[in-house]
Structures are given as C-alpha cells and as structure tokens.
C-alpha cells in the first residue's frame, strides 16, 4: 500500500512549524516539552521527506557531519555518559544531517516552485507579531512574543535572512528592517543588535558584490567574528567618545558590560583546560552561579567544551564547507545565506546557539544546502540544453 504523503510537507512548512514549535515552548507549562517536540520535529519531517521524494543526496560536506557523530560516540563510551546524555548528543548532530537532507530534497521545488517567495511574504506577515508580549519582563525590556526578550530578538534577526531571499522590491525589505528594528528596540538585546548590523552589512556588500569567492566569504565571516568578540572593547572604546550620551540614556543597549559573561567564559576556559584534547562532552557545559544552572553563553566557547580540540576540528572543517558552498551559490541565495552565516556567528559569541535544543543554526544551514542544490541544478540545466544543442546540429 502507498502512502501518500501530504502536500504541506515542504521546506515552507518546516520553517513555519519550528516557530510554532518555539511558540509552544516559550510558555511555562509547556517548556518539560521542549526536547521531545524539536525531535519529533526534526524526525518527523526528515522521514516524511525522504519517504516524499524517495533520495538521500550525498555530498563532501556530510562527510565532517559523520566523523562529528563518531567522535561524539567514542567521547561517551570514554566519558561513561548515561544513556539519555549519549542519545541527546547523538540527536543534536544528527540534527545537522537531517536539516541537510530536507534542504537538498526540497531545493528544487522551493525555487524553481517559487515557494522561498511564499515563505518570505509569510514571514514578513508574521514578523510584527513578534513585537507583542504576553507578560513582562523588567522596567527597560519587553519579552515580545515568545516570552524572553534574547529569544523573541535572535529568531527576528535570523528568519530575516529568508525574507530577504524572496522579496525584489526594496520598499518591503526596509520594512523588514524598520520591524526588526523595533523588536531589537525593545526587547533591548545588544547581542541581537550587533549580529542584525553585521548581518545586514554582510548582505549589502555581496548584493553589491555578487561573484565574491570562498576567501572573500571567509574573511567576511572571519571579520564578523573578530568585531563580535571584541564587541565589548569597541563598545567601551566608542562610549568614551560619545560619553555624553551613553550617560544621559538609561537604556540597556548602551550598557558596555559584560553582565556576569567574562566570569562564566573564564570558568569554562578553566574547566576545558582539565581535558582538552577530547572535551568534556554535552554534560560538561553547565555552571552553577549565584545557584542557578547556566552555561557560558558562548555557542564558539561551548563547541570547544563539549568537543575539545578534536572535535571543534572536525566542526571547524564543516563551517568551511558550508563558506565553500555559498561562494557557488546564484547572487540572490549567497547574499542571504552569507547574511544568515554572519548573524549566526556573530550571536554565537554573546549566546549558546550550536548543539542545543533551538532552530537558530538550523537556519543558516537549510540555506546553504538549498542555495546548493539549486546551482546544481541549474548547472544541470545548462548542460542538458548544451547537449541539445549539440544533437541539433
């Protein structure tokens, strides 16, 4: 018996649902939940897609996903691990894999369908409704919709890659950024602010650089990185010069401080000196300061705890491949994808965002397979209708 599977089933609805996803989980009640709905996510789209288009589409950059798997099983068989840690990081790298796979089966029809135009108009509908909160947070923030101001502001900023992709008209792109704007405003996320800017910057200068190669990317990229973790330095070198304002405002983006984020990455830096080479793995990661339970809210800091220098090796290798593959992208997909690697980055030095229970590297990947595919396919194209050509003649 065939089993037809639904017509909603698509890169489109993927996104959608893992906002939803988000939605349901930023309430109280609901947050017990937040590991078994992202998987089940993640797993249930991953086989209705490839039952839907019956492939897996291999390519090199896979081949660093793989080696990540096993050297995180290695890493918990060494470490004794229980088996629900085992099974957690499994899962949060195969989430790499099956982001890749729904990406490269889906890539054809969300272009040449035209469905990344559909998903951009959506979310560009749905973006003002991040602006509303359902409870309050303190005197200088609002959460906005998904109830913590850091959530609400970093998911702004790293769907606005995708709206981008679809949108020709440069009115309704401003827009996009007057939105965000807004939301970054009054969730007051500096860490959100500075990723949208670098971010935007990235897009505007491969817009107008369309052919930038892989080093060009790279030292975009590297760029990003470099002004993110040394933020804070520039923040207070450019507060002594404009004093005057920074002192006359209380608001919380022209705080130059770390809150408390120097003293959990020195920790963290302390912890990973006692096994460095191997990591300490995905249990390794947490803090008990001031008596909660925190991690270094440091996504580049945390990927060298839980994999040590091996593994960030190995993870490092697979950010390359992902540079490598924007730099063939079309111009429309390498300027948003380039966008969406830059904003991840740059978050990733103020927040944890690699191998954890949210969609915020998800994003950036997706693009980069699709952006991928749909070259490939184009060059395809070109040369099934050269080899016409030829017969004809």
Not at 19 to 47: D, E
Not at 107 to 121: A, N
Request: with cysteine; net charge positive.
């Amino acid at each position: 018996m065939n089993i037809k599977v639904p017509s909603f089933i698509s890169l489109n609805s993927f996104v959608l649902t893992s906002i939803l996803v988000i939605f349901v989980i930023s309430f109280s009640n609901f947050a017990n939940l937040r590991a078994p709905l992202i998987v089940v996510h993640f797993t249930l789209f991953y086989f209705l897609v490839m039952y839907k288009h019956q492939i897996v589409i291999m390519n090199k950059s896979l081949i660093a996903i793989f080696f990540l798997v096993l050297f995180v099983v290695i890493q918990s068989i060494i470490f004794q691990d229980s088996l629900l840690i085992i099974v957690q990081s499994i899962a949060l790298v195969l989430f790499l894999f099956f982001s890749s796979q729904i990406a490269l089966a889906e890539g054809r029809s969300f272009y040449y369908k035209e469905q990344y135009k559909t998903l951009s108009k959506t979310l560009l509908i749905l973006l003002p409704f991040f602006l509303i909160s359902f409870n309050s947070w303190s005197d200088l923030r609002q959460p906005g919709l998904f109830r913590n101001p850091n959530i609400t502001s970093h998911l702004s900023v790293m769907i606005l890659p995708f709206i981008f992709l679809g949108l020709d008209q440069k009115k309704y792109k401003a827009l996009a950024v007057i939105i965000v704007i807004f939301i970054t405003a009054i969730t007051a996320s500096r860490s959100a602010v500075l990723a949208f800017s670098l971010g935007l910057l990235t897009y505007v200068f491969v817009s107008i650089f369309p052919k930038s190669n892989f080093f060009t990317l790279l030292v975009l990229l590297l760029s990003v990185l470099g002004i993110s973790i040394y933020s804070v330095e520039i923040a207070e070198w450019a507060s002594g010069s404009f004093s005057g304002l920074a002192s006359s405002s209380d608001s919380r983006l022209l705080d130059t401080g770390y809150n408390g984020r120097d003293v959990l990455m020195q920790l963290a830096l302390e912890r990973f000196k006692s096994q460095p080479m191997l990591g300490l793995g995905f249990d390794g990661v947490k803090f008990d300061f001031d008596g909660h339970e925190l991690s270094a809210h440091n996504g580049l800091v945390e990927i060298l705890m839980k994999f040590g220098i091996i593994g960030t090796f190995i993870f490092t290798l697979f950010c390359l491949s992902l540079t490598w593959m924007t730099s063939k992208h079309n111009a429309r997909f390498k300027a948003a994808t380039i966008m969406s690697l830059a904003t991840i980055f740059s978050l990733s030095t103020n927040s944890s965002t690699f191998f954890v229970l949210n969609y915020l590297a998800i994003y950036p990947i997706l693009l980069v397979y699709l952006g991928y595919r749909v070259q490939g396919e184009s060059y395809k194209i070109q040369n099934e209708s050269r080899r016409e050509l030829l017969v004809e003649h």
